[in-house]
């Protein structure tokens, strides 16, 4: 009920999907959101509904393109204006693609790698000096199985998705001293837009591939993302988080 | 409050440290607990101060000695009898030595593998079937930053705790279809009792590689255990969950 009480919490990509759930379960645990998407008014509703739901203004929603600095600068500021400061980021917008090496276009290759790698570089980077003025914070990286292990396509994302994995551990050593705990979290195959775009046929031999044999709700990894943006976690940073039905333990 | 309401959990090597400030943080959570060690004593006041705390009876306190699978059955049947089943086990009981490879007995190093390595493989094997009556479980098993990366001494410690690692993996992918999630925790160093054996100079020298320059403290495992334990981690099995400060970033 009240596991981030008093904290502000910034997520990108937070208009749908999983960025959209873990909006729902931080206003339900007493956070303020700012949800920042490039899908303006699926952002504007998905914080209208929240805040419909709580019966106050929790959750609020911007403009924020993660590749575009002044985006973040301008997300910040409102984190700062509406809730009064910033304690969490959960990068957490990104693409998929399922290109391999060769079939992988350089206009491809550029934008995944901006969203994806240096959208959340970026990120971090904005945040920090606000949550410095708080005397520490907690930052989530949402990368991805596809950035512990391998697979036949999807080159660019794996690359873009295993520099999240360590870039999350470079800030986690740097951030420290600062009291700023820096995390990733790898989910497997969860069951957003982004993954209702494969064919079901195609989609289940994978699914399968993982122990647990199901895809999971978007709210399983927020429940992750909840335990790791709280005081709970205070002595875990630069870890890995994996959330995959057990699909990387085979 | 009520994150693992209803269910019963069984704790090795309860009686004090981090298996104590897991018991604490289970009752807190609406948990009943046994709690099983080779320190009889501490380990019923352990339970007796959990009780007259909760004011009921919502902890046992049993012997155990992990190393012997009539105990196991013994303390299975003590969930049942006492609160009516078994959901949740956690393989905290362990023992640490410094010594290297060439210095270790055979007699040391029967006694770490046997407790550390056999005694997780008896608690998993006979609270299985415990947990398959109640549709499922959580097994979390405690291994260490010791289990992932090596150092100059505690061969034998590194070997048992590695294994832990593996062993994990595989029984998660085995009872993933009768949902028993079973994960691994890695704490980093943590200021319990058993590392009194550490020479006061080397701990400080260790403080100051961990990027939060701390140990950290029973309960921050015990947050990391919780979390693992409830159906907030339901899609998470096969993990490793590292808890170190920041230790294994670098
Ligand atoms: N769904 C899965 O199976 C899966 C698995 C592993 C990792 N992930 C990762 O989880 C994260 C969330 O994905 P999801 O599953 O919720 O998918 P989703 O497509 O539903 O959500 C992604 C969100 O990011 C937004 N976004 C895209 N580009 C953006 C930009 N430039 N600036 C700001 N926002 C932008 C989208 O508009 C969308 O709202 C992503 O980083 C994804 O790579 C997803
Ligand atoms: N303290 C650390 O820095 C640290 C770091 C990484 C991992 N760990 C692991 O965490 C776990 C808990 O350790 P702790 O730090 O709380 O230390 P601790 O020594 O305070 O607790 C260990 C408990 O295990 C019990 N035990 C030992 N042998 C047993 C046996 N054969 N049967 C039943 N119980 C037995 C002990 O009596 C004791 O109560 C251990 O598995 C340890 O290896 C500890």
Avoid at chain 1, 29 to 41: F, P, S, T
Avoid at chain 1, 72 to 98: T, Y
Avoid at chain 1, 175 to 193: E, M, Q, W
Avoid at chain 2, 70 to 85: S, Y
């Amino acid at each position: 009920m009240d596991r981030l009480k008093g904290k502000v919490a910034l997520i990108s990509g937070g208009a749908r999907g999983q960025g959209a759930a873990e909006a729902r379960l931080f206003a339900g645990e007493g956070a303020k959101v700012v949800i920042g998407d490039v899908r303006d008014d699926l952002c504007k509703k998905t914080a209208d509904e929240i805040n419909a739901k709580v019966g106050s203004k929790a959750v609020a929603a911007i403009h924020l393109d993660v590749t575009r600095a002044a985006d973040w600068r301008g997300a910040v500021d409102a984190c700062q204006r509406e809730f009064g400061g910033l304690d969490i980021l959960v990068n957490n917008a990104g693409i998929a693609n399922m290109k391999g090496v060769e079939e992988t276009s350089e206009e491809e290759w550029d934008s995944i790698v901006n969203i994806n790698q240096k959208g959340v570089w970026l990120g971090m980077k904005a945040a920090v000096p606000a949550m410095r003025q708080r005397g520490g914070g907690s930052i989530i990286n949402i990368s991805s199985i596809f950035g512990l292990i391998g697979s036949s396509g999807s080159a660019a994302y794996h690359g873009t998705k295993g520099a999240v994995r360590l870039l999350t551990k470079a800030a986690a050593v740097q951030y420290a001293p600062d009291k700023i705990r820096v995390n990733s979290i790898h989910p497997g195959v969860i069951l957003t837009p982004m993954v209702d775009v494969i064919p079901r046929e195609d989609l289940q031999p994978i699914i399968n591939l993982a122990p647990m044999k199901r895809g999971a709700q978007p709210e399983e990894v927020g429940w992750c993302v909840v335990f790791l943006a709280s005081d709970e976690a205070s002595f875990v940073t630069g870890s890995e988080l994996v959330v995959d039905g057990g699909y990387t333990a085979v | 409050m009520d994150r693992l309401k209803g269910k019963v959990a069984l704790i090795s090597g309860g009686a004090r440290g981090q298996g104590a400030a897991e018991a604490r943080l289970f009752v807190g959570e609406g948990a009943r607990v046994v709690i099983g060690d080779v320190l009889d004593d501490q380990a019923a006041q352990t339970a007796s101060e959990i009780n007259s705390k909760t004011g009921a009876r919502v902890a046992v306190g049993i012997h155990l000695d992990v190393t012997r699978a009539a105990d196991w059955r013994n303390a299975v049947a003590t969930c049942q009898k006492e609160f009516g089943g078994l959901d949740i086990l956690v393989n905290n009981a362990g023992i640490f030595n410094m010594s290297g490879l060439e210095d270790t007995s055979e007699e040391l190093w029967d006694s770490i593998v046997n407790i550390n390595q056999k005694g997780v493989w008896l608690g998993m094997k006979e609270t299985v079937a415990a947990m398959r009556k109640r549709g499922g479980g959580s097994i979390v098993n405690i291994s260490s930053v010791a289990g992932l990366t090596g150092s100059t001494g505690s061969t034998a410690y590194h070997g048992t705790k590695g294994a832990v690692r593996l062993l994990t993996k595989a029984a998660a992918v085995q009872y993933a279809p009768e949902k028993i999630r079973v994960n691994s925790v890695h704490p980093g160093l943590i200021g319990t009792q058993m590392i009194d054996i550490i020479p006061p100079d080397q701990r400080q020298a260790f403080h100051s590689i961990v990027p939060m320059r701390r140990e950290g403290k029973p309960e921050e495992v015990a947050n990391v255990v919780l979390f693992l334990a409830s159906d907030d981690a339901s899609y998470v099995t096969g993990a490793e969950f590292v808890v170190d400060g920041g230790l294994n970033a670098v």
